[in-house]
């Protein structure tokens, strides 16, 4: 078994470019052993993906991605080990995707008042799967030519100070994180030094989160760098979290993100794992392997 893994990938079900059973084939190809499925707002890709896992001989990581409201930024929260069947989360994100929706008919009310020759259902063909967002806008307008790259696209239409962009309707952190708990999931705080947030802020954010169960911390990850790492391995250890790790890979969509790899080309190690799996048997859940 290889020593290591990715637990956080976006496939095409949700923003990623690659279908499930292409992303587990991706990560068998790279010698990758366990690899965790985090589509945004959806776990409809998980089935397949985990048919492709015992076909390819990878284990694959029932997860997803969940963005909640923050005074610094969007904040994301993983949910890993979800049960079979979610059924409590399956709805509470249907809610979330109806809120999606509107959002993006208005993003793109708004691109067609400005004169630009973009459509709601060019938008939906684009996306492959049930969960729309801005990425989806930024490649039409590629597609349409009106930009040259989805980079572009964010800089001068799609970033959160552009003219096009439209805020989303967040659930709080206590929402979300009652949202991943209704399904016994491992919650873990993701790629937490992207928040726009001092170190003191973002310890008292870590802090209101443990309060509210959060088992674990992204400190492994494609944007942080070395001395992100090492801040929030600290933060781990200060608030008895788990330390967990991955690419946050989206196919080819985002250049320069590997699946497998973090900062620098490093790799997850298998070992992260151990943390994590103490995390649910400290709960009373059962470990998933």
């Not at 949202?179 to 954010?205: F, K, W, Y």
């Not at 620098?264 to 070992?271: E, F, G, H, S």
């Amino acid at each position: 078994m290889s020593a290591f893994v990715d637990l956080h990938t976006h496939s095409s079900a949700s923003d990623g470019m690659d279908s499930p059973a292409e992303l587990v084939a991706l990560a068998a190809s790279l010698s990758l052993s366990v690899i965790a499925i985090t589509d945004h707002d959806t776990v409809s890709g998980l089935d397949e993906a985990v048919a492709a896992g015992n076909i390819h001989g990878v284990t694959v990581v029932r997860g997803c991605e969940v963005a909640v409201s923050s005074p610094y930024g969007e904040m994301h929260l993983l949910g890993l080990w979800l049960s079979e069947n979610p059924l409590a989360l399956v709805t509470a994100l249907e809610k979330i995707r109806v809120e999606r929706d509107a959002r993006n008919r208005e993003m793109v009310d708004r691109f067609r008042r400005a004169g630009f020759a973009v459509s709601y259902p060019e938008l939906l063909t684009v996306a492959e799967g049930e969960s729309v967002g801005r990425p989806h806008m930024a490649r039409l307008l590629v597609q349409k030519g009106i930009c040259s790259s989805t980079r572009e696209a964010f800089a001068k239409f799609l970033g959160d100070d552009k003219a096009m962009y439209v805020p989303r309707v967040l659930p709080s952190p206590a929402e979300g994180m009652a949202m991943l708990q209704s399904v016994n999931a491992t919650t873990i705080l993701a790629h937490p030094m992207l928040l726009r947030a001092l170190p003191l802020e973002l310890d008292g954010m870590v802090r209101q989160l443990v309060s509210l169960g959060l088992d674990g911390i992204e400190a492994y990850h494609s944007d942080h760098d070395s001395a992100a790492t090492r801040h929030v391995k600290k933060l781990a250890d200060r608030y008895g979290l788990a330390c967990s790790g991955g690419s946050d890979y989206h196919g080819v969509v985002r250049s320069g993100v590997t699946l497998g790899r973090v900062w620098n080309d490093a790799r997850v190690p298998l070992a992260l794992m151990e943390g994590l799996l103490e995390c649910r048997i400290r709960q009373g859940l059962s470990a998933p392997y």
